[in-house]
């Protein structure tokens, strides 16, 4: 097959059209602006060899859009994974309005993710419009909520990618344009501590300071932190306590938990849905799941890398794998499907004021995608 696309790759057409999805913005809390997009994805495929199913939002979520490619579908295939949410509120295209300055594209959400998941809807209306039919058949799953990961969309994900041979997820490229072949995991936890009020003048010995009570959890969380071994446990959100002069009765802690095996992930969650008080009268209770699997490295995501490599050398360009921090949907397939992560436009500047994607990356990571769905059998 050819390395290249049949037909010359546009990056300035593929560039508006990320510019389109751009300019409709997108939060995760904003569904109609959400489906608004969706409907308009969804208008993208029209006239292609593609079936589309559209799973209507609930709880506060938008739709998620399914489009199967009308070949391919009797076995298991390639699953791409995209997610058209972002976390910027609404109006925040004001402060960052879609503009180009030298490589860098900037706009709310051009580089997590809507620049990569229209690379890979690119690729795959290029692959129609040269009369081909990839060896496996091709599901685009469009998700609503990863940006608060995938509530709704989750069950959708794991059914999708048990039935796929692969998964390709859009995120961004990291660090110059690494694809991500591990990520950690990520547990999220809420704490709450009540103790006995009292007034903390005249009756102090009366009272059962929730806050110190979690104080000492504090400590006791920040203890499980190993840097060394990847694992983080971060307390990110405390409240407690009603005024200077009352022992405090409540208090409150969200907590952060990133681990990089699901070994790691069982063990700690055991110790921190265990903590007790250590306070007599005050009692302790922890409430959390596993939000993401970890993403661990495995021998089919290691094959489907190297494939990948060899596609981008071919091409021009080198491809290194990297690790993450930050969970993605890709989590949710990796420990049963072959998984590759990052194959979307290289930038920086997620979740910022400053978010751009390197105009650069456009042409050889669509590229890699359109190779990816012609040669994956």
Known sequence: MPIATARPLDPDAILDGIRRWVEIETPTDAPDQVNKLASIVADGYRGLPARLDRV???????????????????RPGILVLSHLDTVHPLGFIGRLPFHVKDDSAFGPGIYDMKGGA??????????????????????????????????????LIEAEGRKAKYVLVT??????????????????????IRG???????????????????????????????????ITVNVGVVRGG???????????????????????????????????????????????????????????????????KALAADIGFELRDSYSGGGSDGNFTAPFTATLDGLGVDGEGAHTHYEQMYISSIEPRTRLLYRLYQTLQ
């Not at 419009?129 to 799953?141: C, D, K, M, V």
């Not at 921190?272 to 009692?283: P, R, Y």
């Not at 959390?288 to 190297?306: H, I, V």
Request: net charge negative.
């Open 56 to 74: 209507a939002g609930h709880s506060g979520c938008g739709d998620h859009l399914v489009v199967r490619s009308s070949w391919g579908q009797e």
């Open 118 to 155: 229209y690379l890979a809807f690119h690729a795959f209306r290029e692959l129609c419009a040269n009369g081909e039919h990839s060896p496996l058949g091709i599901t685009h799953l469009y998700v609503s909520d990863e940006e608060i990961g995938s509530p709704t969309s989750r069950a």
């Open 171 to 192: 995120e961004p490229a990291r660090d110059g344009g690494k694809i991500v072949t591990s990520r950690k995991g990520v547990a999220r936890f809420e704490v709450f």
């Open 196 to 230: 006995v009020p009292s007034h903390a003048g005249t009756r102090p010995q009366d009272g059962r300071s929730a806050i110190r009570e979690l104080g000492s959890v504090i400590q006791t969380l920040e203890a499980m932190n190993d840097l060394s071994r990847g």
């Open 242 to 308: 009603t005024k200077p002069n009352v022992i405090a009765e409540e208090a409150y802690a969200e907590v952060d938990m990133r681990v990089p095996t699901l070994a790691d992930a069982e063990a700690l969650m055991q110790k921190i849905m265990g903590l007790t008080a250590k306070t007599e009268d005050v009692s302790v209770k922890v409430t959390g799941e596993l939000n993401r699997p970890p993403f661990e490295k495995s021998p089919g995501g290691t094959a489907l890398f190297e494939h990948a």
